[in-house]
């Protein structure tokens, strides 16, 4: 039986997906690497070193620590001047009452994702009440399709991998869930996310019982 649902921070809750994409562009732009949607796709769900070491290796480029290190930090400064903007009405439509829902109906709230910046952007956008587990980049530093961040989550829940569904729209993090042996839905494209067990497009006009039922999960 389910109990448990471990959610995406990137591109499920929040539309941060697109500052990630522009920051990593602005720093490709500077690097000389062409860097478009088709590449970007590739790192969601990526840890923030091992997107820098992808996007080098695109560009045939390798850098000393120091470096790295400069690039990586760069990045992060444009991202947080990008998202400083962000207030409660960017969550992506129907979250908020869809997890209000599930708290309500008594299922447990994690949160997996790589993002070092997830807690405080959770707090600017006013979802952070709503988890009763956290797990970021600062817990885990195994990169999704490495099931280790929603492993944790199930594991700081108290809950079995089988008694959770995760919530991905990267292919990575489907993967992830689907190596941690939980069910997954994902959120996007079908043709995007074929190892998901079940696709939607966002969160409007569902209810976890609707999307449990629906996975003969309930
Ligand atoms: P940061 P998620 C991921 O978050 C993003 O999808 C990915 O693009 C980003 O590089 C990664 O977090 C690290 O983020 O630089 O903020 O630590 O989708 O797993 O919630
Ligand atoms: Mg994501």
Redesign the pocket.
């Known amino acids: 039986m389910i109990r448990g649902l471990l959610f995406?921070?990137?591109?499920v809750l929040v539309d941060t997906?697109k500052y990630?994409f522009l920051a990593w562009q602005r720093m490709a732009s500077a690097l000389g690497i062409p860097f478009g949607h088709k590449e970007n796709e590739q790192?969601?769900?990526?840890?923030?070193r091992e997107?820098l070491e992808r996007i080098l290796a695109w560009g045939k480029l390798t850098l000393p620590e120091p470096e790295m290190q400069h690039w990586m930090d760069l990045k992060?400064q444009w991202?947080l001047e990008y998202v400083e903007h962000m207030d409660p009405q960017e969550v992506l439509p129907g979250v908020r009452s869809f997890l209000a829902d599930a708290r309500a109906q008594g299922y447990l709230i994690g949160l997996g994702?790589?993002?070092?910046?997830?807690i405080p952007l959770l707090k600017k956008v006013d979802l952070f009440s709503y988890f009763d587990a956290i797990v970021d980049?600062h817990v885990v530093t195994e990169s999704?399709p490495h099931p280790a961040v929603f492993l944790e989550g199930a594991k700081l829940l108290a809950l079995l991998p089988e008694q959770c569904v995760v919530f991905e729209?990267?292919v990575a993090?489907v993967e992830a869930a689907k190596r941690g042996g939980m069910r997954c839905i994902g959120m996007g494209r079908q043709e995007e996310l074929p190892l998901a067990d079940k696709v939607i497009s966002g969160f409007e006009n569902q209810t976890v019982s609707g999307l449990l039922a629906g996975l003969s999960l309930l």
């Open positions: 995406d921070l990137d591109g997906a990630h790192l969601k769900g990526v840890s923030r997107s992060n991202y994702s790589a993002s070092k910046n997830a980049g999704k729209d990267a993090g």
